[in-house]
């Protein structure tokens, strides 16, 4: 085989491995709405079926099931259209000052006010003004909380350490849950990166990767440590001073 040859060749494995990537991440995607969506659409069946029978607090029972997939649903489908935004370089950050003490109270009230069953502590103060976009700082902050309770599934004690140095904010979610394998801690922020933990853990791969951009494009950083069975803690820090 000619040098022309062995290029066409290498040239077609490439775009064969990229429509496979494509496949899987139409099929992956595609799974990932359809549970929610399965889910929303069972609640609304019983809820017309049985309008008339059904007494008002099942009533309320099965629509605010429903509207925790219709949120799940279009959480899901934000993040779809963050990685599309990250990928035509659109993520564009409305900066603000504001204070970041008031976002980590008000953030884990939230969670709370969500997760019935969860129990989170916040250690610590930063109560300082910083420079930043609010929602999408909450936004990290949603994701390493969330994901702290969906991979610690008999443990849901989480603290929240909360720092400030001289430049820098600096922010640590700490679970008791199922940890990683320290050989995948590196590659735990890329694009689609899962785990193949046992159980049954429903994601896209796609969260670590939209904090990280979000964080390195306001100047931080971002990181983990975790022991495999006894939890992980993910951290992120910002400047103080302006830098997106
Ligand atoms: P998703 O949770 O949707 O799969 P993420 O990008 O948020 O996507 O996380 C990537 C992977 O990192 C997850 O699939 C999971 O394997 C691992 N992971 C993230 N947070 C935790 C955590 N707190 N404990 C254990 N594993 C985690």
Do not use: W
């Amino acid at each position: 085989m000619n040098t022309i040859q062995q290029n066409l060749l290498k040239e077609i494995e490439v775009r064969k491995a990229a429509e496979a990537q494509k496949d899987d991440f139409i099929a992956m995607v595609s799974h990932e709405l359809k549970t929610p969506l399965t889910s929303l659409k069972g609640y609304l069946q019983l809820l017309i079926m049985h309008a008339d029978n059904l007494s008002k607090t099942e009533t309320i029972t099965y629509l605010d099931t429903a509207n925790r997939q219709a949120n799940k649903l279009n959480s899901l489908v934000n993040d779809l259209l963050d990685i599309s935004k990250i990928e035509n370089g659109k993520l564009k950050f409305n900066l603000r000052n504001f204070n970041f003490q008031q976002l980590l109270v008000n953030t884990i009230r939230m969670m709370k006010l969500v997760n019935t069953n969860c129990n989170i502590i916040l250690n610590g103060s930063v109560d300082t003004e910083i420079e930043a976009d609010e929602m999408r700082i909450e936004q990290v902050l949603i994701n390493y909380l969330s994901n702290a309770l969906k991979y610690s599934p008999k443990n849901h004690d989480i603290t929240v350490d909360a720092e400030q140095s001289a430049n820098f904010v600096k922010v640590t979610v700490t679970d008791k849950g199922i940890g990683i394998p320290p050989e995948m801690h590196h590659k735990l922020f890329d694009k689609f990166f899962r785990v193949d933990a046992p159980g049954h853990f429903q994601g896209m791969g796609i969260g670590l990767y939209i904090c990280a951009e979000i964080i390195k494009r306001h100047g931080g950083t971002y990181g983990v440590s975790s022991v495999p069975g006894s939890g992980s803690s993910f951290y992120f820090t910002l400047p103080l001073q302006k830098q997106a």
